[in-house]
C-alpha cells in the first residue's frame, strides 16, 4: 500500500511556472513507476508524464513536451512535476500515481492547477 498526497497546485499566469510534489509514505516507494496525470474540465483523465523507479523518464504527452519535467527522489520519497511556460489549456486538477505491476494502482487526491490569460 502507497499514500500519495499532492502539492504545489495554484494559480498561475500564461507563460508561468508551477512546481507540483507528490510525497508517498508506504512501502517500497522506489519499486513504483510514478505517473502524473490530469483531468481538465469537461474532460477525460490523460497522462501527462511517467517515471520509472529508478529515474529513467517513460513518456510525455505531446502537449507538455519541452515545457513539462518529471523527476522523483527516492531518498525523499517524492516525485516532482516541473511545469514551465504554462498555458490556459494546463488547468486540471492533477494527480500522481503510482503503478504496482501492469496498472496505477494507487493515486493522490489530486492539487488544482489554473492558468490564467
Known amino acids: 500500500q502507497v499514500q500519495l498526497v499532492e502539492s504545489g497546485g495554484g494559480l498561475a499566469q500564461a507563460g508561468g511556472s508551477l512546481r507540483l510534489s507528490c510525497a508517498a509514505s508506504g512501502r517500497a516507494f522506489s519499486s513504483y513507476d510514478m505517473g502524473w496525470f490530469r483531468q481538465g474540465p469537461g474532460k477525460e483523465r490523460e497522462s501527462v508524464a511517467v517515471?520509472?523507479?529508478?529515474?529513467?523518464?517513460?513518456n510525455y504527452a505531446d502537449s507538455v513536451k519541452g515545457r513539462f519535467t518529471i523527476s522523483r527522489d527516492n531518498a525523499k520519497t517524492t516525485v516532482y512535476l516541473q511545469m514551465n511556460s504554462l498555458k490556459p489549456e494546463d488547468t486540471a486538477v492533477y494527480y500522481c500515481?503510482?503503478?504496482?505491476?501492469?496498472?496505477?494502482?494507487?493515486w493522490g487526491q489530486g492539487t488544482q492547477v489554473t492558468v490564467s490569460s
Open positions: 517515471i520509472s523507479s529508478g529515474g529513467g523518464v517513460l
Open positions: 500515481a503510482a503503478r504496482y505491476g501492469a496498472t496505477f494502482r494507487y
